[in-house]
């Protein structure tokens, strides 16, 4: 089978685990070019990673031998990027969010339908093993009717990274801890339990920090079947812990920490999943995960473009995830907006 053809517009932090997972599924995938306007970073790039590199995006997003782009750059650049991409009749896996108000992310994931090509989000953390079979655990009604449930980002982000020029700023990025950090999980919990109504909310910037945006929210959500729900983030919990979900249900709990599940079941079975014993980038170290995750999101997406369907985080699916924290803040009374 003929392997699709991509180019990769951006080449700053996120690009490390998407270029190792290409390396892994080379048999899947040719890298025709990556692609930075920072010298520097492309320089640095080639070093690291066999592959074809240029300063050229626009090249690269109108080439005829290029079937999809990845699109790594910060947030306020996606719609434009997708839109240039999608005239290129390029398929796209963009890096999350979407964008940075949910105008423009609605703007990109309408545009992509419309062009009739395939839009995937990076959103990884549902590719963990350990999420993959909680998920099946609720499907198959194994935790019975979900009673209540419980999702915790206690993460750890210091001064210094603030400090970067545009880091979690309105106008670059789109927010804060919700966004930028804590869409991870939040996207697997609402992919978990369903869709949920805010009913509550705070958010604020911590004396831990010096920045625009919110290091600490929390709300009070309602899902859909009528079951009460918790929401907590920050990065303002040193030193960084594990993100958790629970998840209570009238045949038993399941409590999913960082890569780890457990199960216990009201009949007195218990199951345990421990795929990833190691970090998952909730502390200083921003990169501190492995690359499993995005590698089988990517192989997912390559799936959904031969077999003409969704990826599994398609741009509908991120833009739910996306419409949750817009209405955290709302609730909380947050800007959101510059």
């Known amino acids: 089978m003929a392997r699709i053809r991509i180019g990769i517009i951006g080449l700053g932090n996120a690009v490390e685990p998407h270029a190792k997972s290409l390396l892994d599924l080379k048999d899947r995938v040719e890298v025709v070019a990556a692609a930075s306007r920072s010298e520097e970073r492309m320089k640095a790039f080639a070093g690291r990673f066999p592959f074809p590199v240029t300063t050229d995006i626009e090249g690269v997003l109108g080439a005829s031998d290029v079937d999809a782009v990845w699109i790594l750059t910060p947030p306020n650049s996606h719609l434009e990027l997708v839109r240039e991409a999608a005239r290129g009749r390029k398929h796209v896996l963009l890096e999350k969010p979407l964008d940075i108000s949910l105008d423009r992310a609605e703007a990109i994931v309408a545009g992509m339908r419309g062009a009739g090509l395939t839009l995937g989000v990076t959103l990884q953390h549902r590719f963990r093993p350990a999420s993959l079979r909680l998920k099946a655990l609720l499907d198959e009604g194994a935790l019975g009717r979900i009673g209540a449930a419980s999702c915790t980002v206690p993460w750890w982000r210091p001064q210094a990274y603030y400090d970067q020029p545009g880091r979690c700023t309105l106008a670059r990025d789109g927010g804060g801890v919700l966004i930028t950090q ?41 899902l859909d079947n009528g079951a009460p729900g918790v929401i907590q983030a920050t990065t303002a919990a040193f030193p960084g812990g594990e993100e958790r979900i629970e998840i209570m249900g009238t045949l038993g709990t399941a409590w999913l920490a960082g890569g780890t599940l457990r199960a216990a079941f009201i009949d007195g079975r218990e199951e345990i999943v421990v795929r990833h014993e190691g970090a998952t ?14 590698r089988s999101l990517i192989g997912d ?25 817009a209405a955290i803040l709302d609730k909380a009374g947050w800007r959101t907006e510059g």
């Open 301 to 325: 997406f390559l799936d959904a473009i031969k077999e003409g369907r969704d990826p599994v985080v398609s741009g509908a699916e991120a833009l739910k995830s996306q419409q949750l924290i």
């Open 182 to 222: 804590a869409i991870h999980t939040l996207d697997l919990f609402r992919s978990l339990v369903g869709d949920m109504t805010v009913t509550a909310a705070t958010a604020a910037t911590t004396p831990v920090h010096r920045m625009e945006t919110e290091d600490f929210a929390a709300a009070l959500v309602r």
């Open 281 to 294: 980038g909730g502390g200083a170290n921003v990169m501190d995960f492995p690359h499993d995750w995005h």
